[in-house]
């Protein structure tokens, strides 16, 4: 079963060793906690568990500010983890959290446009490609409903 559990002081060093040969679509674990403490305000880093072991991370928009959707980036399953279903499994934990706390009817994310893996299991969740990223042309701004 995969579920998310927050990275505190109890699992950092675990979450921290994932391993990440490429950081083309996602950086490094070093560099995704070092973005979830920038946007600490608003966001959490979780790490991604397949029962009682830490396989990913992700970064979760999970207070956002008034008018502005739920959101998650920074999305990785390490290396020897990859092709198990936790990718997906991790995005309907992602998912199920949101619907549980309902405090925004809408989740958008933004994905590499050349990055199918991802853009697999996000449109098998339900997300829907509706635009192209302001910052950068080369990223899909993709939302689903909560």
């Known amino acids: ?3 998310l559990r927050e990275v505190d002081i109890t699992n950092f060093s675990e979450v921290v060793n994932l391993k990440r040969e490429s950081v083309q679509y996602v950086g ?3 560099y995704v906690l070092a973005e979830a403490y920038i946007y600490r305000d608003d966001c959490t880093a979780y790490a ?30 390490a290396d020897d983890e990859q092709r198990k279903g936790y990718g997906q499994a991790a995005v309907e934990a992602i998912m199920r959290k949101f619907r549980e706390e309902r405090l925004r009817a809408d989740v958008e994310i933004q994905v590499h446009s050349q990055n199918e ?21 080369d990223f899909w701004v993709m939302r689903a409903e909560v």
Do not use: H, Q
């Open 117 to 137: 893996p991802a853009l697999k299991i996000y449109r098998r969740c339900g997300f829907k490609e509706v635009g192209r990223a302001k910052w950068n042309g």
């Open 28 to 30: 490094s674990p070093e």
């Open 48 to 77: 991604i568990y397949a029962d009682e072991r830490a396989v990913g991370l992700v970064i979760v928009r999970d207070r956002p500010e008034e008018g502005r959707p739920y959101s998650f980036t920074g999305i990785f399953i």
């Open 1 to 3: 079963m995969v579920t």
